[in-house]
C-alpha cells in the first residue's frame, strides 16, 4: 500500500479552512494520480492505492462535513463514495482471485477442476466489477468532477 502524501505547509497557527483546503487538495490529487494505473491495470497496486486514498479523503471529508454547503457537499461524497464502491468490488476480487489460486496448488486432481471453475467463476466477476469501475471512471471525467471539485473547495473554504 502507497504512502500517504505528505500535506505540505500546514502551519497549526494557520485559519482551519486554510489548512483543510491543503489536506483535501493533497488527498484529492494522490487519488487520482493513480488512475492511470488503475485503467491499464497491468498491476493491481495502483487500483489498491486509489481505493485507499479515495477512503482517506473520505474520512477527512466526513469529519468536517459541517464546514461545507450541504448540498454540493452531498453530491461530491455521493461521487467519491460511488467511485470508492467500484474500487472496492474489484480489489476484493482480486483479493479472493489471489488467495484461491494460492490455495488451489494444495487440492488433489480431481479437485482442481472445482477449484478452477470457481476461479473462472470470480474472474467473470471481477470482469464485470471492471466494467463498472471503468464506466464510473469515464463517467466522473465525462462529467468534470475534478474540476468541480477543486471549485467546490476554492468557493466552499
Not at 83 to 88: D, F, T, V
Not at 148 to 154: G, M, W
Amino acid at each position: 500500500m502507497a504512502k500517504a502524501w505528505k500535506v505540505r505547509n500546514l502551519n497549526p497557527e494557520e485559519r482551519l479552512d486554510a489548512g483543510l483546503k491543503k489536506i483535501l487538495s493533497v488527498r484529492w490529487r494522490e487519488m487520482w494520480s493513480y488512475e492511470r494505473g488503475t485503467v491499464e491495470m497491468k498491476r493491481t497496486n495502483p487500483l489498491h492505492d486509489m481505493r485507499v486514498s479515495g477512503r482517506r479523503l473520505a474520512a477527512v471529508l466526513k469529519i468536517f462535513a459541517a464546514v461545507f454547503p450541504k448540498k454540493k457537499f452531498n453530491g461530491h461524497a455521493k461521487r467519491l463514495k460511488e467511485l470508492i464502491r467500484a474500487l472496492g468490488r474489484v480489489r476484493q476480487e482480486d483479493v479472493f482471485i489471489a488467495e484461491l489460486e494460492k490455495e488451489a496448488k494444495a487440492f488433489p486432481p480431481p479437485e482442481k477442476k472445482s477449484v478452477q471453475l470457481l476461479l473462472a467463476r470470480r474472474e467473470a466477476v471481477r470482469k464485470e466489477a471492471r466494467k463498472i469501475l471503468l464506466q464510473t471512471l469515464k463517467t466522473l471525467n465525462r462529467d468534470g468532477c475534478k474540476r468541480e471539485f477543486s471549485d467546490f473547495l476554492n468557493k466552499a473554504l
